[in-house]
Every structure is written in structure tokens, then in C-alpha cells.
């Protein structure tokens, strides 16, 4: 405290850093005025640590911090570079929960009071994220995106790079995109390393989504192929390999594996990724591209390089059918000598689905069973299992494939020797695993698409008795949380529903509802939905409803919450109007009799409609019942009431409610196992959209089905992109769909629509759903 009012500027500014980091709110308050005069100081190193012990105080006191604004502002004003820098940011840091705030802030900067570089590329960044947040780029009127343009024309080369570097992130047009390309190319030709790197990295980027716009730049590319440094080289090639043609691959290909020994991890796998995207832009390379991996694989690396390369070697195969074999011994051949664990056992688990279907399955034998002599017991395992594959889907492999499994009986590990024991009995028929062969080959292959966490939570409730444990009562479906009903903070849950325990949703629903008379007779419970609000936050009472879906029946399950001490309801009950839901009819409901303060209850509306049918409609929903005034201080609720109705939010039930969100492990086996006849095609417009996630989510939210293998991520500034979606169909019908989805023009979104499932009606019903979506 004493060295903040010292003579000595250090000192001064080297205890306000300190002091930042070791005072609560309450000294802050007291220290305030002295650092409010230090963010004006004369000298910069003084303004700068105040400026800086800001940014770390606004965490813990906001209130405070922002107190400072006219103070920052005027250093934002400052002709002292960091300064200016400091300020900014601490600026925009009080402002940026507030949009328009921002918007105003980064207005006012951009007409030119900024003068230092650093400061210059901080408003780059936040003139970046007003423009993708606001929905006018497009149109005419684009001052954000004028002041960026006009950045590439600044002296100070930092500048220069940061709005290259945010225009190539944007979704623009080729015009506009053209003068940020022109500037990253002549920083290729600069003797400067950092501006050489800098520049190649986000063409690059640039590359991989939008090819076409580097090309100019490919002779400038092809001179720092040669380039001293290493990273520089690498990305070099790595981006002509993107943009090259079809003739520039083997001259590129050699120049590659000259260095890789050269370059670390993080550049190889680079290497690797754009060595993968150049080999399904040309196939007919694959036998190349393919060798180039296989000698990378015998190469020293650690495993995200390992991993990278074992990836590609797999889209490939599953890509370019004619990479099938040569791409499964490259593998093989890997495993030998492979010291990572999980890559053995995924090498082996898609070994065991791609290798009998190849010409030759026997070949293959020798390298699987070598795993169960030579390697850990967690590989050994996987190769029991990819053995057992090979001799499920190969006839003339069966008796050497049981001659193997065999001799696994006695190995010294408890799951290698249940898996050979499982698999024996089942091969040979001495277990039941359905009636026929291929109720054998679905065992075997078929992804388990039972969620790990419902299975647990079933297993764990799960009681012993004369019942065996039924996993096909398991819910399918993939949830976040079990359950959890929206409420006012400090609301205890609704009384009788499911504990927040590890129970899946439908578990604990099932349990609840079947307890009661009225729904003990619907039979399997196949779907409940999270919790919809009826109510706004704040009201007086509190209501959510949630809708368990059955095969001819519907349950909606009113949470309700008295949120006023001074009143009791009573007979309380939900009046629900079906008139826009014709394919629905009331059967019965169950009021709530009492509902104090506080103390959350349930109202049960039930309907039928038609078996198997996907009805969908609206519903009116009114709150009714008797308020008692109640005595606060006694507790005692008048005998008198007074019958009153309070308005709730419509409620929709939609098709999504009748599709499980199911994943499954291997997205392309269970398509390719899916009867092809039952294969419904069809192609739609989606209009204009603001990008293709925008439209990958509206697709899943309309359908209710789950993602899969994380398709639902959409790169930033795609052109195109493939979404692949599982789910089970009210019925226990299950559902595959790939979604194709490209811009047909500004903003405008075509989409190719492919379902499988089984039964060729779901899959017609898929795409009316979308249709009408």
C-alpha cells in the first residue's frame, strides 16, 4: 500500500500488481481511487499495470471494475502503445456480455483513434466477432467489414497478418477473400521466417475448405519447399497437396518423405491429414499414398502420429474399395510391432469386420492369432473376438478357427478364456442366440447400442429372483443427465418422481408410473421426453410437463410448484383442451388434492391413440383450482377457498417424441447390414440458412435422432458436409440416416436425404416428417 504512492514509478507499478492478486472487495474499495489515477498516469508502465490488475479484478469484482469506465476509455486515448492495448481490452472485457454494447465500442474504434499495432489487432478480433455475430453481412451496408479490408493495407505487418488471417476465417466471397489471399502471398516471398510461417499456416487453413482461392499461390508455395525451416517446408507441401492436381502428386510425394524424419509429431500428423484429403480427391493414387502411410507407420513417433496414420489408412479402405486388401495387410504388418494397446485392439476390431470380406480371409489368420500368443491380455482378447468373426462369416475357415479358439481355453487370463469359451458354444450352436445364423452373425457384429450408463443404472436397480435379467428392457436411448426437472433454484424435486440416482430416465419413469392403477395396463413405457416449461420464470406457479410416450397411450406428467407462502390450492388440476390433437382422446387423469407452498406435486393427463402411430397435435393446457389464504405465522389455511384457473403455455407433441436417440459404434456396419430395399432416397431444399450447422441442427431436432461419430460438428466455412444419425422408431423399429447437405447458392441449403431402416414404412415415414418439417 505504501510502495502504490511511491516516488518511483517501479515501485508503484509493481505494487499495484501484487496488491491486484492478494486484496478481497472490501480493501478494494479503499485502494479504488488510487487505482482509478494510476490507469491515467503519465507513465505508460504505471497505466499499464492498472489497466492489467483491471482484467484480473473484473473476475472476482465486476461491479467495481466497471466503475472505471471514463478512466479506461481516456487510456484507450493513450499515444503509449500498450497502453492503448491494456485499455482496449480491459474495455471490452466489462462490455462483452452486452452485444450491442460492443457493437457501439468497436463502431466508434474503427474510425481510426487507434494507433497501436497491438491494439489494432485486439479491435481485428472483436470487429471479427461483431460481423459473425450479427445476421446484415450480406448486406450492402458492411462498415466492420470495410475497416478489415482496410487493415491489409496498414503499415505494421502484425496488423496486416491478423486481418488476413480473420477475413480467411469468415464466410465470404471469392472477391472478397482475393485481397487477403494477395497479401498472405507476398508475406511468402518475405525474408522474415515468422512472416513466411505465418502466412503458409493460414493459406493452409484456407486450403482445406476452399482450395480453388490458393492456387494462384502455388509457384510461391513451391519455392519454400526448399525452405530452411522445416515447419515452413511442411506446410508448404501440405497445402499443394490440397490444391495440386492430379499430375503434381508423385513429384510432391517424394519431396515429402525426404524430411518427415525431420519434422515433429504435430507437423507429420499434418502431413498425414492432407495426405488423406489429396487421396480421396484422387483415388486412382491410392496404391502411392497408401505405401507413403505404411512407411510412416514403421517410423519412430508417438501415438497421435500412430493414431493419425491408422485413421487415414481406415477412411481410406472404407472410401476406395479397391485400397481394401492392400490397406488391411499395411495394418497387419503394423500390429507385429505395435506398442500401443488401443491402436492394436481397434486394428484388430476393424480387421474382424473388413477382412472376411475380402477375396482371400485366410491370409489375415496368421497376424490375428499371432496377437493371442505374443501380446497383453487386452489384445489378446480383441483377437479372440476378431477371430470368432472370421469364423462366423467364412464356412472353409470354421474348423482351423476352432482349433484356435480352443487352445485360447487355456490362456492364463479370466477374459480371453470366457471369450473363447462363448464364442466356441456359439459357433457350434450349444448357446441360443436366436434362430438362425444370422441371429449368430448379429451377436457377433451387431454394435451394442445400449447406452454403458443406462445399462449400469438397470443393473444396479436390478433385484435377484426367479426373473432373469432382461437387457432388451434396457433403454436405448443416449441422455446427458437421467433426469432433472426444471424449477426455481432451491425448489425441492416434485414429489413421487424418480431421484436423481444413477437410474436412467425411462427406468425411473417406468418404475413411477406403473406403481399407478390408471397406467399400470399401457404396457412398455418407450419414451419420456426432458421436462417443457408451461410457465415463465418468476410466476406465481411453477409448472413443466413431461411426455411419456407408450405404444398406444400418452402420459403427459404435469410438475407443479406453489411459489406463494401465503397460499394453499387445492383440487388442483390441469384442464387440457385436444382440439388441434384429433388422433388423441382423454382417458382418464389424476388431479393433485393438495398443493402447499413449496412443496412440489404431479398431475397426470392420459390419452390413446392408434397403436404404432405417430399422432401428433397441439394442446391447451389450464391450471385449475381452489385457493385457501394461509396465515404465515400459524400455518393454518382458511376453511373457505376461492376457485381460480391460471393460463399455462400451449404444449406440442411433435414426431421427434417417437424416435429414441440411439447411437451405434460402427455407423457404416450397421448400414451396410440394413436390408437395402428398405432404402428410401429423396432430396430437399432448405432455404436460406446461416450455415450448414445451422442446418445439420435443424435436421436432428425435427427427426429426434442421435449423431453419430461426431458428424454433427460442421468445419467452419464448409462448402459440404455428411451427417450421419441413428435412432429406434416407436415400434422398436431402427433407424440410419445420412444426410448430405451443400450450398446451392448464397446461403441456400440442398440436402440429400437417405434412410434405412427396418421396415421400408419408417423409412418412408422418415422422410414425411422432413417433408412437412
Known amino acids: 500500500m505504501k510502495d502504490m504512492n511511491s516516488k518511483t514509478d517501479m515501485y508503484r507499478a509493481n505494487a499495484i500488481r501484487v496488491l491486484c492478486r492478494i486484496i478481497d472487495g472490501n480493501l478494494l474499495t479503499q485502494i479504488e481511487r488510487y487505482l482509478k489515477q494510476a490507469i491515467v498516469d503519465k507513465n505508460p508502465v504505471v497505466a ?18 466497471k466503475r472505471w469506465s471514463n478512466e479506461v476509455q481516456e487510456a484507450v486515448q493513450s499515444r503509449a502503445a500498450l497502453v492503448q492495448f491494456h485499455g482496449l481490452a480491459l474495455l471490452h472485457q466489462t462490455r462483452q456480455n452486452d452485444r450491442l454494447a460492443v457493437s457501439k465500442l468497436v463502431s466508434s474504434l474503427t474510425r481510426g483513434s487507434v494507433r497501436s499495432p497491438l491494439a489494432q ?18 448486406s450492402g451496408d458492411r462498415p466492420f467489414f470495410d475497416y478489415l479490408e482496410s487493415c491489409l493495407r496498414h503499415k505494421a505487418e502484425m496488423v496486416i497478418l491478423e486481418a488476413a488471417r480473420k477475413i480467411t476465417e469468415m464466410d465470404v466471397t471469392s472477391r472478397e477473400l482475393a485481397p487477403a489471399i494477395t497479401v498472405l502471398q507476398l508475406f511468402l516471398s518475405s525474408s522474415k521466417p515468422v512472416l513466411r510461417f505465418a502466412a503458409v499456416r493460414t493459406l493452409n487453413k484456407v486450403a482445406i475448405t476452399r482450395p480453388l482461392a490458393v492456387t494462384n499461390c502455388n509457384v510461391d508455395l513451391e519455392s519454400l519447399m526448399s525452405d530452411q ?45 492432407a495426405i488423406r484429403s489429396l487421396c480421396l480427391k484422387f483415388p486412382l493414387k491410392y496404391r502411392s499414398m497408401m505405401i507413403f502411410l505404411s512407411n510412416s507407420l514403421r517410423e519412430e513417433g508417438g501415438f ?40 492394436s485392439s481397434q486394428i484388430l476390431h476393424f480387421l474382424g469386420n473388413e477382412g472376411p470380406r475380402t477375396s482371400d480371409p485366410s491370409r489375415y489368420i496368421r497376424y490375428i492369432y499371432n496377437r493371442v500368443i ?33 487352445r485360447c481355453l487355456f490362456d492364463t487370463d479370466d477374459e480371453v478364456r470366457d471369450r473363447a469359451t462363448l464364442y466356441l458354444q456359439t459357433l457350434n450352436g450349444e448357446v441360443a442366440v436366436g434362430n438362425s445364423e444370422k441371429d449368430v452373425k448379429e451377436f457377433l457384429f451387431g454394435s451394442f447400442d445400449v447406452p454403458l450408463a443406462n445399462l449400469e443404472a438397470s443393473l444396479r436397480t436390478y433385484e435377484p429372483s426367479e426373473e432373469p435379467f432382461d437387457i432388451s428392457l434396457v433403454s436405448r436411448e443416449a441422455r446427458s443427465q437421467p433426469l432433472h426437472d426444471k424449477k426455481a433454484p432451491g425448489k425441492k424435486p416434485p414429489a413421487g418422481a424418480p431421484a436423481p440416482a444413477p437410474v436412467s430416465a425411462v427406468d425411473a419413469y417406468q418404475k413411477m408410473l406403473s406403481s399407478i392403477a390408471e397406467f399400470s395396463g399401457f404396457g412398455r413405457l418407450f419414451k419420456s421426453s426432458e421436462p417443457v416449461e408451461l410457465t415463465e420464470a418468476e410466476t406465481e406457479y411453477a409448472v413443466n410437463v413431461v411426455k411419456h410416450i407408450y405404444e398406444n397411450h400418452v ?57 404404432h402411430v405417430p399422432a401428433i397435435g397441439k394442446f391447451s393446457n389450464v391450471l385449475k383450482f381452489t385457493v385457501k389464504e394461509v396465515d404465515t405465522s400459524s400455518g393454518e389455511a382458511d376453511e373457505d377457498g376461492v376457485e381460480d384457473e391460471y393460463q399455462l403455455e400451449d404444449l406440442e407433441i411433435v414426431s421427434a417424441d417417437y424416435m429414441l436417440r440411439v447411437a451405434v459404434s460402427n455407423f457404416r456396419n450397421a448400414w451396410e ?41 460442421v468445419p467452419s466455412n464448409a462448402r459440404s458436409h455428411v451427417c450421419l444419425l441413428s435412432g429406434v422408431y416407436i415400434g422398436g423399429v431402427k433407424v440410419l440416416v445420412r444426410l448430405s447437405l451443400g450450398l446451392s447458392g448464397p446461403k441456400e441449403v440442398a440436402m440429400k436425404l437417405a434412410v434405412r431402416s427396418d421396415d421400408p414404412e419408417v423409412s418412408d415415414k422418415i422422410h414425411e416428417i422432413v417433408a412437412s418439417g
Not at 483491471?54 to 469484482?61: D, F, M, R, S
Not at 397460499?567 to 389424476?590: I, N, P, R
Not at 442446418?695 to 429426434?704: D, E, H, N, Q, W
Open 48 to 65: 499499464s499495470a492498472a489497466l492489467v490488475s483491471g482484467i484480473h479484478l473484473l473476475q472476482a469484482n465486476p461491479e467495481i471494475v
Open 121 to 138: 489487432c485486439l479491435l481485428i478480433r472483436y470487429t471479427s466477432q461483431v460481423i459473425r455475430e450479427s445476421s446484415n453481412t450480406q
Open 229 to 273: 525451416n522445416r515447419s515452413i517446408a511442411t506446410l508448404a507441401i501440405t497445402t499443394l497437396l490440397k490444391t495440386g492436381n492430379e499430375s503434381s502428386v508423385d513429384r510432391l510425394m517424394k519431396q515429402i518423405t525426404s524430411f518427415m524424419s525431420d519434422i515433429s509429431d504435430e507437423f507429420k500428423i499434418v502431413v498425414i491429414e
Open 304 to 343: 497421435e502420429y500412430k493414431k493419425a496414420i491408422v485413421d487415414s489408412i481406415v477412411t481410406l479402405i472404407g472410401a476406395i474399395p479397391d485400397a481394401k486388401e492392400i490397406g488391411l495387410l499395411h495394418l497387419c504388418e503394423f500390429i507385429e510391432d505395435c506398442e500401443f494397446t488401443y491402436l
Open 374 to 406: 505374443l501380446e497383453n491380455p487386452t489384445v489378446r482378447a480383441s483377437a479372440v473376438s476378431t477371430l470368432a468373426k472370421f469364423g462366423a462369416l467364412v464356412d472353409e475357415l470354421k474348423p482351423r478357427i476352432f482349433v484356435l479358439l480352443r
Open 555 to 611: 402420459v403427459l406428467q404435469y410438475n407443479c410448484t406453489n411459489t406463494i407462502p401465503e397460499q394453499l390450492l387445492e383440487d388442483v388440476t390441469v384442464y387440457v383442451d385436444a382440439t388441434d390433437a384429433e388422433e388423441f382422446s382423454e382417458v382418464c387423469s389424476k388431479p393433485l388434492k393438495s398443493l402447499p407452498y413449496d412443496s412440489p406435486g404431479q398431475i397426470f393427463v392420459a390419452f390413446e391413440k392408434l397403436e
Open 673 to 713: 447390414n440394413m436390408d437395402p430395399e428398405s432404402e428410401r432416397v429423396d432430396e430437399y431444399g432448405l432455404g436460406a440458412r446461416e450455415s450448414l450447422a445451422e442446418a445439420v441442427s435443424a435436421v436432428t431436432s425435427i427427426l429426434g435422432m442421435q449423431p453419430c461419430e461426431g458428424t454433427e460438428v
